[in-house]
């Protein structure tokens, strides 16, 4: 199940061997570390985890997962830390969250809802995780992501912030009950502000609550201010799965 992982790579000439030891630091309150879930099938999620200070086993916390976009794909987990949630950690911000930031490798294009889900069942059975109150954010291809869990698995999320990404119209139904935020930037060319703006129209005719926040002068980079916003955080907490 989730093990800490620490990676030392051992070179000598043009030879390198990366070693995991599995006896790493363990998860502490307060910090941000390196973790991995077995999904099945001999893979793994490599994740970054981070504890609130004030993380109890005796007290359930609430959790947010956060999933990155294309350009953070690959086996170094610090890539993930470029943006979002992560970023701000390592840069000294504390959240009242057990706060999950996963990895894709390269070879993916797309997030694995099922393998998603194998990684939240693995940290709901060794964390005290609030089930009443998981939310789900992502940017871009994480947008995406963050969209597609959504629809699948709608009950397991009290919000969803999708960020510069798209979702399937034709699912719009399954979203009607989780509260969404979505944003996006007006001039964004990698992935067109109308994937979002349908989204919204197809939620809103089916009943959903849905909020749209767009950036007239923001490009694909809309994340940066959304994840800045306090607002996002305080809007999350203000929402309890029933």
């Known amino acids: 199940m989730h093990k800490s992982l620490f990676a030392v790579a051992l070179c000598t000439g043009m030879i390198c061997i990366t070693l995991e030891n599995s006896q790493a630091e363990e998860p502490q309150p307060g910090k941000q570390v390196a973790q991995k879930s077995d999904v099945g099938n001999g893979k793994a999620i490599h994740y970054w985890l ?29 890539q993930v830390l470029k ?17 999950v930031s996963p990895q894709l490798t390269t070879d993916v294009r797309r997030w694995d809802v099922q393998q998603l889900s194998t990684m939240l069942e693995d940290l709901e059975s060794n964390y005290a995780i609030d089930k009443s109150r998981i939310y789900l954010t992502g940017l871009s291809m994480g947008g995406y992501g963050t969209w597609a869990w959504g629809a699948e698995t709608p009950e ?54 849905i909020k749209l926040t767009l950036y007239p002068e923001a490009s694909h980079d809309s994340w940066t201010e959304s994840y800045n916003n306090s607002e996002l955080y305080q809007w999350f907490l203000s929402h309890k799965r029933e």
């Open 83 to 99: 943006h979002g949630p992560p970023k701000l950690i390592k840069a000294g911000k504390e959240f009242p969250f057990i706060v």
């Open 50 to 78: 981070s504890l609130p200070k004030d993380y109890s086993d005796q007290k359930k916390t609430p959790l947010m997962i956060f999933l990155h976009g294309m350009g953070e794909r690959g086996n170094d987990l610090d």
């Open 156 to 209: 397991r999320f009290a919000a969803l912030a999708p960020i510069c990404g798209g979702g399937d119209p034709d699912k719009a139904k399954q979203l009607t009950k989780v509260p969404i935020w979505a944003f996006h930037g007006m001039k964004d060319r990698a992935v067109p502000v109308e994937r979002s703006i349908e989204m919204k129209e197809a939620i809103e005719a089916a009943g959903g609550d």
